[in-house]
């Protein structure tokens, strides 16, 4: 999901070429007609915000332009080089380094590794934290979803390109599912990061690796945060949304008042478009 303070990013070469894979995807792995619902309830809830907004801007008398101060006063921090990319890799090497990862996370826990001292070897063991799709099993005992997946590095890097072809500068971004941080890793460092993670080990993970000026890393669900947050505040929003229904929402979506009813993608798009500015 891609969203700028500018406009929707639905015509560029880039998205077209990215629909149609998912045109492709939808052949090969059929959608119940629910699913289809609630996209189309969904684009007609957009289309009456956009015709709002519109008339906002209508309704609004010129003002002079107030110079933007950087998103990011000190630069942040490359991280990139900490995420790698292995087409190859097997479900067995992702238990491996799934493993490795929680291992450190428990020395870091019982003060045998400092976490403000991470080595660069360190960090790139977090930093393959694939998540617990696949039938994994995560730091809690419990089995991920056969349909859960991280963004590849290819993938995310191929977002940023998206938003500097449609003429992103940098700002304040948000990503409100950010797992273990690939897509903060891969921004370019002129735009100021907020992740926001809902899983444990992934958002420590996102935190350790990443944080610092410019990124920070919440771990809670996005429920509470865009409840507890200004909106209209980010310049773009740039995520991996999870899907799911209601009752996938687990309860957190009586942590903000706003489109409780609303599947699990649609929360995350409506929202996120809400703290645009």
């Not at 310049?235 to 209601?246: E, M, R």
Request: net charge negative; glycine share 8%.
């Amino acid at each position: 999901m891609i969203m700028t303070a500018e406009r929707p990013l639905f015509s560029s070469p880039s998205y077209q070429q990215g629909m149609e894979g998912q045109r492709l995807a939808q052949q090969m792995e059929p959608r119940s007609p629910r699913f289809f619902d609630d996209l189309r309830r969904l684009r007609d809830i957009i289309q009456a915000i956009q015709a709002a907004d519109l008339a906002d801007k209508n309704d609004t008398a010129p003002s002079e332009a107030v110079p933007v101060e950087p998103a990011v006063p000190t630069p942040r921090q490359p991280t990139t080089q900490f995420y790698d990319f292995d087409p190859n890799r097997k479900l067995s090497q992702r238990k491996k380094d799934n493993t490795a990862a929680m291992a450190l996370l428990r020395q870091i826990d019982a003060g045998e590794v400092d976490q403000k001292a991470l080595s660069e070897e360190q960090k790139t063991i977090l930093a393959k934290y694939s998540g617990t799709g696949g039938a994994l099993i995560g730091a809690d005992g419990k089995k991920g979803s056969a349909y859960e997946y991280y963004t590849p590095k290819p993938i995310a890097e191929g977002i940023w390109s998206l938003l500097a072809e449609q003429g992103f500068q940098g700002g304040k971004v948000l990503d409100p599912c950010a797992g273990v941080g690939v897509f903060g890793a891969t921004a370019p460092l002129h735009a100021a990061m907020d992740a926001v993670e809902l899983n444990e080990t992934s958002g420590r993970i996102n935190g350790l690796v990443n944080d610092g000026p410019g990124y920070v890393t919440t771990v809670s669900p996005f429920e509470r945060v865009a409840a507890n947050t200004p909106d209209e505040e980010y310049d773009a929003v740039v995520s991996n949304v999870p899907f799911g229904g209601v009752a996938d929402r687990g309860g957190n979506q009586l942590l903000d008042n706003r489109y409780q009813k609303e599947p699990l993608q649609n929360y995350f798009i409506l929202r996120s478009l809400e703290k645009l500015r």
